[in-house]
């Protein structure tokens, strides 16, 4: 069973940043390769946000609140998806987490990760 991990969250003040990192097990690099990712944000009392997206080929697309400020990347042989956030602000304050970008094949949620922006 395919297995995701969200890593790399933490407290930061507004202006820092910070880069997630989501570990993928339970497939194999040549399967993983080929499979659109995404990552998403819930914040306290709110749904969940799509922020960005990669898919195999690596075009990428972004939400238009963190457009400039964040980067997804991929790495198929380790079977890892990145986000490098940058110029964070409050607002960004939310559980991340990462799946595949279609709808129709979400695998099993992992924990997500905490990143919250304060001074």
């Known amino acids: 069973q395919v297995r995701l991990v969200e890593s790399g969250g933490g407290l930061v003040q507004p202006g820092g940043s910070l880069k997630l990192s989501c570990a993928a097990s339970?497939?194999?690099?040549?399967?993983?390769?080929?499979?659109?990712m995404a990552w998403s944000r819930r914040a306290p009392g709110k749904q969940r946000e799509l922020v960005a997206t990669i898919t195999g080929g690596r075009t990428t697309t972004y939400a238009d609140s963190v457009k400039g400020r964040f980067t997804i990347s991929r790495d198929n042989a380790k079977k890892m998806v990145y986000l490098q956030m940058n110029s964070l602000k409050t607002e960004d304050t939310a559980v991340y987490y990462c799946?595949?970008?279609?709808?129709?094949?979400?695998?099993?949620w992992g924990q997500g990760t905490q990143v919250t922006v304060s001074s």
């Open positions: 799946n595949d970008a279609r709808p129709s094949n979400l695998r099993p």
């Open positions: 339970g497939t194999s690099g040549t399967i993983f390769s080929i499979w659109p």
